[in-house]
């Protein structure tokens, strides 16, 4: 009996033992990053594992950052050979991150940083094609690639791709269907293994999830940046649609302003929620604010309409219809050089930053030159930049594919020249504010 006991006694100081091996640290190999707690599988580097095969059949490419768009897509400067106009907008292939741009998702924002952080450490980037040539996406204006990057010049180039993957901070899209899809696929598997961020299951700490905050148009164009990614309601009037984004403008009685924003509804309403933005409503507008990067402006997105709960708060909402833009008349020199202050705010701002979004009116502009998109991969095939001069100050007036009565597009010969008044929204393109028309009726030729 008594040997039985310490036998027994044996046993269990073994159990004990290998219990206590098996969730000891384990040492690191050339494509180990850590050990995981949890499922007790060595967490592999992934990125670093996979190598750039310089010599391989694929096009390649050496790129600096344009603009940084979101998690999965960045916008690269390359030489006009590789593409006319020397920007790649670049979808990164495999992956398909939270949006943090159009609607916003839980760890967009973290899988937007991660991209930007890591590329703006970088001394080297370099972009990669899937086959020997360069390839569009299903919306045709963005190339998918793989992206590299090294951040010492004597280091070896990782892959974003897979390191977005490993992290946890994308979805799979086409993740096995391509040249380095095995590996794609083990770093998404690892990643759900672990439990990282997109598959935690926890709430991501940079999400907003409180109720809406109630402001005016006036407030949140004065400290847009006080609430970005947080989530918004204001009222105001649907001046102009432009494709999938309405602009929205407001009179302000104390500043004897109006005040405007972009909103991008996308793809995320129809029917009756888009009957609740229709141009000439004064709605109620509930989204999230966002730095939209690619634009250097603020815009709201994110809206949603239920139409089984029409009282819903976080519902876009019509109030009333019938409303006229406001389409204030300004002088070319206001536009460009104008300022504005307020009583107790001790910033200036010029007035076409405040004035974005809004609807204005220009008379006497005369048309000096005319630049016409002529590229056919371009959805703004045939719209044009006027620019144009009023006592001796330039004015930029961008107008969208313009048709005639018979929906004929119409050309630079109908303005060159020309003495014309002009109606449109404030807009930012490229450094600078232009007018943007997106009608014909908009614009007088005045000779």
């Given at each position: 009996m008594?040997?039985?006991?310490?036998?027994?006694?044996?046993?269990?100081?073994?159990?004990?033992?290998l219990?206590?091996?098996?969730?000891s640290?384990?040492?690191?190999?050339?494509?180990?990053?850590?050990?995981?707690?949890?499922?007790?599988?060595?967490?592999?580097d992934?990125?670093?594992?996979?190598?750039?095969?310089?010599?391989?059949e694929?096009?390649?490419?050496?790129?600096?950052?344009?603009?940084?768009?979101?998690?999965?897509?960045?916008h690269?400067?390359?030489?006009?050979?590789?593409?006319?106009?020397?920007?790649?907008?670049?979808?990164?292939?495999?992956?398909?991150?939270?949006?943090?741009?159009?609607?916003?998702?839980?760890?967009?924002?973290?899988?937007?940083?991660?991209?930007k952080?890591?590329l703006?450490?970088?001394?080297?980037i370099?972009?990669?094609?899937d086959?020997?040539?360069w390839?569009l996406?299903?919306?045709g204006?963005?190339?998918l690639?793989?992206?590299?990057?090294?951040?010492?010049?004597?280091?070896?180039?990782?892959?974003?791709?897979?390191?977005?993957?490993?992290n946890?901070?994308?979805?799979?899209?086409?993740?096995?269907?391509?040249?380095?899809?095995?590996?794609?696929?083990?770093?998404?598997?690892q990643?759900?293994?672990e439990?990282?961020?997109v598959y935690?299951?926890?709430?991501?700490?940079?999400?907003y999830?409180?109720?809406?905050?109630?402001?005016?148009l006036?407030?949140?164009r004065?400290?847009?940046?006080?609430?970005?990614?947080?989530?918004?309601?204001?009222e105001?009037?649907?001046?102009?649609?432009?494709?999938?984004?309405?602009?929205?403008?407001?009179?302000?009685?104390?500043?004897?302003?109006?005040?405007?924003?972009?909103?991008?509804?996308g793809y995320?309403?129809?029917?009756?929620?888009?009957?609740?933005i229709?141009?000439?409503?004064?709605?109620?507008?509930?989204?999230?604010?966002?730095?939209?990067?690619?634009?250097?402006?603020?815009q709201?997105?994110?809206?949603?309409?239920?139409?089984?709960?029409?009282?819903d708060?976080?519902?876009?909402?019509?109030?009333?219809?019938g409303?006229?833009?406001?389409?204030?008349?300004?002088?070319?020199?206001?536009?460009?050089?104008?300022?504005?202050t307020?009583?107790?705010?001790?910033?200036?701002?010029s007035?076409?930053?405040?004035?974005?979004?809004?609807?204005?009116?220009i008379?006497?502009?005369?048309?000096k030159?005319i630049?016409?998109?002529?590229?056919?991969?371009?959805?703004?095939?045939?719209?044009?930049?006027l620019?144009?001069?009023?006592?001796?100050?330039?004015?930029y007036?961008?107008?969208a594919?313009?048709?005639d009565?018979?929906?004929?597009?119409v050309?630079?010969e109908?303005?060159?020249?020309?003495?014309i008044?002009?109606?449109?929204?404030?807009?930012?393109y490229?450094?600078?504010?232009?007018?943007k028309?997106?009608?014909?009726?908009?614009?007088?030729?005045?000779?």
């Amino acid at each position: 009996m008594k040997t039985r006991r310490v036998i027994a006694l044996l046993l269990v100081l073994a159990a004990i033992f290998l219990c206590l091996a098996s969730c000891s640290p384990k040492g690191n190999g050339d494509n180990t990053s850590s050990t995981s707690g949890t499922t007790g599988l060595v967490k592999k580097d992934y990125a670093s594992e996979l190598k750039l095969n310089m010599s391989s059949e694929t096009k390649k490419q050496v790129v600096t950052v344009k603009t940084y768009v979101d998690g999965d897509t960045t916008h690269f400067n390359v030489p006009e050979d590789v593409i006319p106009g020397g920007v790649l907008k670049a979808r990164y292939l495999a992956i398909d991150t939270p949006e943090s741009t159009g609607k916003i998702e839980e760890y967009g924002k973290k899988a937007s940083e991660f991209t930007k952080k890591t590329l703006s450490s970088a001394v080297s980037i370099l972009i990669e094609s899937d086959s020997e040539k360069w390839n569009l996406d299903s919306t045709g204006s963005r190339y998918l690639v793989w992206v590299w990057y090294k951040t010492s010049e004597d280091g070896e180039y990782r892959n974003l791709n897979l390191e977005i993957l490993q992290n946890g901070l994308a979805a799979a899209s086409s993740t096995g269907n391509n040249r380095y899809g095995d590996i794609c696929l083990s770093a998404l598997a690892q990643a759900r293994a672990e439990n990282l961020n997109v598959y935690s299951g926890e709430k991501d700490p940079d999400f907003y999830y409180g109720d809406a905050i109630e402001l005016t148009l006036k407030e949140l164009r004065l400290n847009a940046a006080d609430y970005t990614n947080k989530k918004v309601a204001f009222e105001g009037v649907i001046t102009r649609n432009d494709g999938r984004s309405i602009y929205v403008e407001e009179y302000d009685s104390d500043t004897d302003m109006y005040f405007g924003i972009t909103v991008y509804y996308g793809y995320g309403l129809s029917g009756a929620g888009l009957s609740m933005i229709a141009v000439g409503n004064r709605s109620r507008i509930v989204g999230t604010v966002q730095y939209y990067e690619a634009g250097g402006t603020y815009q709201v997105s994110g809206l949603t309409y239920r139409q089984m709960k029409p009282d819903d708060p976080s519902n876009v909402q019509k109030i009333s219809d019938g409303h006229d833009p406001a389409f204030v008349t300004i002088s070319a020199d206001k536009f460009v050089s104008g300022k504005v202050t307020f009583d107790g705010d001790t910033r200036e701002y010029s007035f076409a930053e405040l004035a974005q979004s809004t609807t204005v009116s220009i008379n006497g502009l005369t048309v000096k030159d005319i630049y016409t998109t002529t590229s056919d991969d371009s959805s703004s095939k045939g719209a044009m930049t006027l620019t144009c001069e009023a006592d001796g100050v330039t004015v930029y007036v961008r107008t969208a594919v313009l048709t005639d009565k018979d929906g004929k597009v119409v050309t630079q010969e109908t303005f060159a020249g020309k003495n014309i008044n002009v109606r449109g929204v404030v807009d930012y393109y490229d450094g600078k504010y232009q007018i943007k028309v997106l009608s014909l009726g908009d614009i007088t030729v005045n000779n």
